[in-house]
């Protein structure tokens, strides 16, 4: 069964600096990793999707990579700002489903 | 609009009703799914559907009824709604192709007292 675990639980960090999120899998037989983000009592945004033959996808001042063989994503984002606040979830597609981790709770202080 | 839906937004319903949150999307994506989403648990799949008249139980089945006689439409049902399923029920909607991520729905709040 295919475990995603995503460190930290919480990041917080002042305006302007440049993080890094972490999602790791068990199962590295996956066709594709997801990042979402989701704002508080809302449904969830797509941010940027790698294929499992890729190694990262950028998106302004979002980037992930995916190294499959080691089951490990990151998401960079880069000068961060207030407007990033929010829950970051990254989920893996394997077969039939996607398998979520529980998210990092990002707070960006102005 | 294009897009996926929910409806409704919010829920209250006591325990033992029978409650179905619907879902429409307008992309005829073959692939559809429901999921929950509770505090330490993250999202889990309720079920889901590959086209028209098949679909299949995920991770938390138990409790729940689902039927799609159109692509563009997957309702979900608590048969008879217990205070743990008290959640939040996002739909998701997906290309046929292992190549293709999701997209969800906004989510609807149930609440089971």
């Known amino acids: 069964k295919q475990e995603v675990t995503q460190i930290p639980a919480a990041l917080s960090v002042p305006e302007g600096e440049n993080l890094v999120l972490n999602c790791s899998f068990t199962d590295s037989a996956i066709y594709n990793l997801q990042w979402f983000r989701q704002d508080p009592g809302k449904g969830l945004t797509s941010l940027l999707l790698?294929?499992?033959?890729?190694r990262e996808q950028t998106s302004g001042r979002l980037n992930a990579s995916l190294d499959k063989s080691s089951g490990r994503s990151t998401l960079y984002i880069a000068a961060s700002q207030p407007g990033d606040s929010a829950t970051y979830l990254c989920a893996v597609k394997g077969d039939n489903d996607m398998r979520f981790g529980a998210g990092t709770r990002l707070t960006v202080k102005p | 609009d294009a897009g996926i839906t929910q409806s409704p937004r919010y829920k209250i319903t006591e325990t033992g009703r029978q409650v179905t949150l619907m879902c429409h999307q307008t992309w005829s994506h073959s692939y559809m799914f429901w999921y929950r989403q509770d505090l330490g648990h993250g999202l889990r799949l309720i079920y889901y559907s590959a086209a028209a008249d098949i679909t299949d139980k995920g991770e938390v089945p138990d409790g729940y009824v689902v039927s799609r006689s159109k692509t563009e439409n997957f309702p979900l049902t608590l048969e008879s709604a217990t205070r743990s399923q008290t959640s939040v029920y996002f739909c998701a909607s997906s290309e046929s192709s292992d190549i293709y991520g999701y997209t969800f729905g906004s989510g609807t709040r149930l609440t089971v007292v």
């Open positions: 790698i294929q499992s033959s890729q």
